[in-house]
């Protein structure tokens, strides 16, 4: 039966009172549908638009497991590794932890590009319960030597369809290469196209599957046309469709 309070949800007490605080009652869909599942330490294979609560849905059961199994973490390594695209993403996500975490006793920090590395090689050189990454420089310190992946209990692949878009697939491939075999995988994506599908079969092992299909719909008082033409051919094309529309008012041009 799909939960419809956070209350009725097996998350440890210092975690429901985070969730109090933000005045957090009823899980979004994800939320929902995942929590449970993810509790249970099963693999997971999470389809859904940003915005839809996913965040929350991967890190209270985190949370939650290192609330319950508190062990140190390896040198230089991380119980938790979260992969995201961008550092704008990977703040985001270390700021949940931090809100829905703060009433228990766990460890993070950040590994992106744009800033100096110094820092970051001393904040993962004792080891972290969850590490939020990008890619790129998350590779770089794994190259130099400054980051150890084999202490990887948790592994999160999130904005999957993001990160191939930005050309991160040979990355991510290698950082996976590098985990432990045993591992609880979370793989969220909003599309799934034949090579998201097939990253995500090389990743997660016999997985739940949650799909949450966005509430949009066409207008319905629009009037849409596709146009197969070679790139040469576009301007003219362009040219004509304008001249068809000159008289019926205002035009706008997406590129």
Known sequence: MTPTTFGEIALAAPIQRALKEQNYVSPSPIQ?????????????????????????????????????????????????????PTRELATQISASFETYGRHINFSKTLIFGGVGKNPQIRAIRNGVDVLVACPGRLLD??????????????????????????????????????????????????TLSPTIDELARS??????????????????????RVCFVDRENKKELLAKHLEEERNKGLTIIFS
């Open 32 to 84: 929902a549908q995942s929590i449970p599942t993810l509790l249970k330490g099963q693999d997971l294979l999470g389809i859904a638009q940003t915005g839809t609560g996913k965040t929350a849905a991967f890190s209270l059961p985190i949370l939650n497991a290192l609330h319950e199994n508190p062990s140190r973490p390896k040198s230089r390594s991380a119980r938790v590794l979260v992969l995201t």
């Open 141 to 190: 310190h794994m190259d130099q030597g400054d980051v150890d992946l084999s202490g990887v209990e948790f592994f999160v692949l999130d904005e999957v369809d993001r990160m191939l878009d930005m050309g991160f697939l040979r990355d991510v491939k290698r950082i996976i290469a590098a985990l432990p075999r045993k591992r609880q995988s979370l793989f969220f994506s909003a």
């Open 203 to 224: 990743i997660l092992y016999k997985p739940a599957s949650v799909s949450i299909a966005p509430k949009t719909t066409t207008a319905e008082k629009v009037d849409q």
